[in-house]
């Protein structure tokens, strides 16, 4: 019942940075936690950063930490991915994810969220 529109996504060197966005509207706004994931060509889609709406307790994949921050505005219903020190690793689509439940699965499963949105494509050259 959330939908979920990320932009900000382009192409960049490495080193370089981007912030990207992603706004979440429908009737009711009820989510519990808003995470962005992560799909190359060939591979599986990797949990990136999680944040929950209330609390704004965050968190990261090990090989993002110190590199990637997440972050909210309540006001706008966006949740944010600032990148930093972009790799060619990093190449990828980004898919913003919206969870409306706590439960016992944990924010770096991809399977936990309910709402998707469409992705925006990162791309960093060496």
């Known amino acids: 019942q959330v939908q979920l529109v990320e932009s900000g996504g382009g192409l960049v060197q490495a080193g370089g940075s981007l912030r990207l966005s992603c706004a979440a509207s429908?009737?009711?706004?009820?989510?519990?936690?808003m995470a962005w994931f992560r799909q190359a060509p060939g591979k599986e889609r990797e949990f990136v950063a999680a944040?929950?709406?209330?609390?704004?307790?965050?968190y990261y994949a090990d090989s993002m930490k110190g590199r990637f921050t997440v972050s909210r505005d309540i006001a706008k219903n966006t949740v944010y991915l600032q990148m930093s020190s972009l790799k060619p690793e990093d190449t990828a689509a980004y898919y913003c994810?919206?969870?409306?439940?706590?439960?016992?699965?944990?924010?770096?499963?991809?399977?936990?969220?309910?709402?998707w949105g469409q992705g925006t494509q990162v791309t960093v050259s060496s």
């Open positions: 994810a919206a969870r409306d439940y706590s439960g016992i699965y944990s924010l770096n499963n991809p399977a936990s969220f309910g709402s």
């Open positions: 429908g009737g009711a706004f009820r989510v519990y936690a």
């Open positions: 944040i929950t709406w209330s609390s704004s307790n965050t």
